[in-house]
Structure formats: C-alpha cells, structure tokens
C-alpha cells in the first residue's frame, strides 16, 4: 500500500461488517502495515463506536472476522486478549472515563499500566500531550466538569500517549471546534511522519479523511450495495 513498510502488518480485516445492523456492507481483505493509515467511511456517528468496540474484541462483528497481529480478538482468552490490547489503542468519539477520578489522571491511567515511569514524568508526559492538543483541564477537575471537545481530547491523548503499534480513533460525534481540529490533524500527520503507529480512522465525514488515508473503505448503509473502495486492498 502506497509504499509502506511490510514487516509489521498489525490488522486484517476479512469479509468484515462494522458498526452495527446500520452499516450493511463487509469490510474487504485489507491489511495495514506499520506507518499506514486506513480509513473506514461508516454510514453515520452512531456507529463509530460499535465498530471500535468490535476491532478491539469488546464484541464480535455481525459478520466476517477481524484479525489483529494475527489473532483473532473474539477468540482469544482473557490473557491473551489483554497481551493484545496493550499493542493498541483506541480512542473512541465518545470516550468513558472514570467518574470519580479527575480527568488528568484518567488520561494518565493507561501510561501508568503500560510504562514504569516517575510519577513526575508520568505528570509531565500528560501535559505534555494535553497541551499538544490545546486542551486545558485543571488539576482538579473531574470529567463530568469537561465540556464533550475536550473530553474528546483528553480520550485520544490517553491512546497516543502509551506509544501503541496500532492506534485506532474514532471521529467525534459532534463538530470540533476548528482549532481543535486543527491540532487533532497536526497531531495524526507528525504520527504519520514520524513511522507510525499504524492508524485507523473511524469516521462519517468524508471530507476529514480524504486529506489523511492511504485507502478509504465506504461502508454503505444497510441493504445498500457492497462496500466502496479507494486505494488498494491488501
């Protein structure tokens, strides 16, 4: 695909649907290798998250299989499955966060299981991606106190923080601001750059995604005709 890298091909999505019974259409064969980015066009924001959920293995998919680094999420044990879900991130459009922990920590959470860092560090890396991000949290506050854009925000600096091999994200259901905007691409075009995660893209606006994807699936709405392909699958 376009020139990317062939040693690590951490998704293989097969004869796949996602997204619920709205979004009839079965994803192709694709496989992303390391530093590509694959984008996946569902038929509306309501199914953004249901797709995240069965990439991840949360829930089988109505049809097909996904394979990630070789295994299949909805077959693996509960050990192996969390093996797995350390290789990858995902950030979903509508993030869940522990209610009563403040949202700083919550974002850092994940960066604490992962990494064996001091506390300090730890603290600093947050801030870190947090202000990469334009978003301010004070030190105090708790999520419900976070309006949806940066609650948005604090979900993907928690997935991009623990460094995965795949990084999974889910456009937000609601318009971002455009300076928010702004940074999430910035964001997303220096990890590109810089080699990888592999990254994919779960959305259902077309115009954020053409600017960003080395292939782009249509998922078309129920009973709607087999999915729409732009680039070349695996």
């Not at 192709?28 to 569902?42: N, Q, S």
């Not at 990494?115 to 600093?124: D, G, H, K, P």
């Amino acid at each position: 695909m376009n020139g990317a890298r062939d040693d690590v091909v951490p998704l293989l999505c097969a004869g796949c649907s996602l997204g619920g019974p709205e979004a009839g259409g079965e994803l192709p064969p694709f496989r992303l290798a390391r530093g590509e980015t694959l984008a996946v066009l569902l038929p509306g924001a309501g199914q953004v998250d249901d797709a995240g959920r069965c990439l991840i293995g949360l829930r089988p998919p109505p049809a097909g299989r996904v394979a990630l680094f070789g295994e299949d999420p909805a077959r693996l044990s509960d050990e192996r499955l969390l093996k797995l879900r350390r290789r990858l991130a995902w950030a979903p459009g509508s993030p869940e966060f522990l209610a009563t922990v403040t949202a700083r920590e919550n974002v850092a959470i994940p960066l604490r299981d992962r990494m064996a860092l001091r506390e300090q560090e730890t603290e600093e890396r947050v801030a870190s991606m947090l202000h990469r991000l334009g978003v301010e949290i004070p030190a105090p506050a708790l999520p419900h106190q976070l309006d949806a854009p940066r609650r948005y925000l604090a979900g993907l600096a928690r997935a991009v923080l623990t460094a995965p091999e795949l990084l999974i994200v889910g456009e937000a259901p609601f318009p971002l601001p455009a300076p928010a905007l702004e940074k999430v691409s910035s964001l997303l075009a220096a990890l590109r750059a810089a080699g990888g995660p592999s990254l994919l893209l779960l959305s259902f606006r077309e115009l954020h995604l053409r600017a960003k994807a080395d292939n782009i699936v249509h998922m078309p709405p129920r009973r709607n005709g087999p999915a729409r392909v732009e680039g070349q699958p695996a």
